[in-house]
């Protein structure tokens, strides 16, 4: 039973435009939503996070929004930039002790 | 500061056999957490191992088993391979006392590949 779930196996946007992935979650014992990048050959990296108690955070060009009601969590990333193509996981955590249940993955192209 | 690193990047083996993964933590942490990556799918979680015991386990069964030792480094050992242990193994530290942030340090992976 997938408790994070990335219904969008890619995604294609222009350079310079806004690319938006989105993450739907199960489990409401979750405190705390992540997003990891990953490239070819390389181990996940750490994005940017958000903790139950907010609906928005912002780190330069990432931001994440949150919606408890709709157990709905989407990362913004604005502008697109080519070096932003990669796979992209949602993730999720109750926060106790460093369990990162992840989602599939969103492969997102950045066109030129 | 070293990241995480983790041995061997590739391997080859057949089914019945038996495979042992390692694992250095990046400097400072002393939590390593053991991920399965199956092509096309997100990584998930093995099991986790906090001063040298096993802290939490996920769906996996008992042919998944791990180690680790006083200097915070891990093994991860899989026995009677199957065919669908064929994945990328990614190793994860963490280990900062502040604030929970839910950033893990992944290690490059190692590919097992089961004929």
């Known amino acids: 039973d997938q408790q994070v779930k990335q219904n969008s196996p890619s995604l294609s946007v222009q350079e310079g435009r806004i690319s938006i992935l989105n993450c739907d979650y199960t489990?409401?014992?979750?405190?705390?939503f992540l997003w990891y990048k990953k490239y070819p050959a390389e181990g996940p990296t750490f994005l940017i996070s958000i903790s139950s108690i907010k609906d928005k955070n912002e780190d330069g060009r990432f931001t994440v929004f949150l919606n408890k009601s709709a157990k709905h969590l989407s990362l913004h990333i604005v502008p697109s930039q080519p070096g932003d193509s990669a796979v992209y996981f949602c993730?999720?955590?109750?926060?106790?002790?460093?369990?990162?249940?992840f989602g599939k993955g969103t492969r997102l192209h950045i066109l030129p | 500061d070293a990241g995480v690193t983790q041995s061997p990047t590739h391997l080859i083996k057949t089914r019945g056999q038996q495979v042992t993964l390692r694992c250095s933590p990046k400097?400072?942490?002393?939590?390593v957490s053991w991920y399965q990556q199956a092509l096309g799918q997100g990584p998930q979680f093995i099991f986790q191992y906090y001063e040298e015991e096993e802290r939490q386990r996920g769906n996996f069964p008992d042919r998944f088993s791990g180690h680790q030792f006083p200097n915070y480094s891990s093994e991860l050992n899989v026995n009677a391979l199957l065919l669908g242990d064929s994945a990328l193994y990614l190793c994860?530290?963490?280990?900062?006392?502040?604030?929970?942030?839910?950033?893990?340090?992944f290690g490059e992976g190692s590919r097992l590949t089961v004929l």
């Open positions: 400097s400072g942490h002393d939590t």
């Open positions: 994860a530290s963490s280990g900062d006392r502040g604030p929970f942030t839910g950033e893990l340090f």
């Open positions: 993730a999720a955590s109750d926060g106790r002790d460093d369990k990162i249940i």
């Open positions: 489990n409401s014992m979750f405190d705390y």
